[in-house]
């Protein structure tokens, strides 16, 4: 009962996190959820949240989504994160802790190249992002720190960023769900634990977002660096012992 309120409550400090910057709940909840439920029920239990996570940003950000972007990188992306979550279904348990814990890190300093590199990308380039960036969601669950550069460089930013970010993800998240259902990774139990762990993220969007809003950019960034840092490292001390 413990491990499961301590979920619950980083469920609404992420929830707040990602209301705001457009990511951070599965990097916060998944090393929780890895240790609460092990590594092969955590991502689909993840996956179950993420669909209401994201519902929830698509309801507050919905006149300013820009649907040719979101067209573009759901026509790849969904088909793509059914391939990942597959693939990841596939792969022992000590395979995927080190996947993710790797992912993990290296995104801390992939995130500040693209940044530096000031790259603009058009919509079929977005397309193209859509499919790798929704393959490895299926295997490593979170991308947000890929999707937010694939994004912003088309040119979204503020509503309309975290508008077509939120629906282009919960596409490919759904894809996940449905992929994980037919392969029988996902019996009743775990659906009730994803819809839990989900609402807590709905109500952290909600009840903190104002607080939140009040950090500057930069904070964010190094929240974001603190974050993946964290839970890539406890994802790999995971798989060591």
Avoid: C
Avoid at 34 to 44: I, R
Avoid at 178 to 192: H, K, R
Avoid at 201 to 210: R, V
């Amino acid at each position: 009962m413990g491990d499961y309120l301590f979920v619950l409550l980083v469920g609404l400090v992420a929830g707040a996190v990602s209301g705001v910057i457009g990511t951070g709940s599965s990097i916060m909840l998944l090393p929780v959820l890895v240790f609460a439920f092990g590594p092969k029920q955590a991502v689909p239990i993840m996956a179950v949240a993420a669909v209401m996570a994201n519902l929830t940003r698509v309801v507050v950000w919905w006149r300013e989504i820009n649907w040719r972007a979101f067209a573009a990188y759901s026509i790849t992306g969904v088909p793509a994160a059914a391939v990942g979550a597959r693939t990841l279904w596939e792969l022992p348990t000590a395979v995927i802790d080190i996947g993710l814990g790797m992912f993990f890190l290296l995104m801390i300093p992939l995130r500040y190249w693209l940044k530096a590199k000031d790259f603009r990308i058009s919509l079929w380039q977005l397309a193209v992002a859509g499919a790798l960036i929704g393959f490895l969601t299926g295997i490593v669950l979170s991308t947000g720190p890929l999707s937010v550069p694939a994004f912003t460089s088309y040119g979204l930013m503020k509503g309309a960023f975290l508008s077509t970010e939120a629906v282009s993800s919960l596409a490919l998240y759904v894809s996940k769900v449905v992929t994980f259902q037919e392969l029988g990774a996902l019996p009743s139990e775990m659906m009730v634990h994803g819809v839990i762990v989900g609402a807590s993220l709905m109500l952290g969007t909600f009840a903190s977002k104002a607080i939140v809003q009040r950090m500057s950019i930069i904070s964010f960034q190094y929240v974001l660096d603190i974050l993946l840092f964290g839970s890539g490292l406890s994802l790999l001390w995971a798989a060591i012992h």
